[in-house]
């Protein structure tokens, strides 16, 4: 994606989701933009989202629901943008039907610091 791509889609999705919300954007896309998948060894219905060796979030194409990083994702928008739950969650469904085009049908947060 361009640079020119980039900005035009962060500006489609703060406009469709969260006019007021663009540094969170940025954060998000960021991670999002790097994330890789892999199939969990573990169970076949899971694709692991990580970034080298970390893992960032975890997708059950089964039930559809996307599992994301406590440690990683949700504490820096409870801290640093001090975000509720119900407002994290929803920047996170934006980006994952955004850029991930997922068909997900909620979000949770994903404690566990190696899940797969």
Excluded: W
Excluded at 35 to 48: A, C, F, G, P
């Amino acid at each position: 994606m361009t640079d020119l791509e980039f900005i035009k889609s962060l500006i489609t999705y703060r406009d469709k989701y969260n006019r007021d919300r663009l540094p969170e954007n940025i954060f998000l896309y960021r991670i999002f933009s790097k994330l890789e998948s892999k199939q969990s060894l573990k169970n076949k219905d899971v694709i692991i989202y990580f970034i080298g060796n970390q893992v960032y979030a975890n997708y059950n194409t089964k039930n559809k629901y996307f599992y994301y990083s406590y440690y990683k994702i949700y504490s820096v928008l409870k801290s640093d943008f001090r975000h509720n739950n119900q407002k994290i969650n929803e920047l996170i469904q934006g980006m994952v039907d955004e850029y991930l085009k997922l068909g997900v049908v909620t979000t949770y947060c994903l404690f566990a610091t190696n899940a797969h």
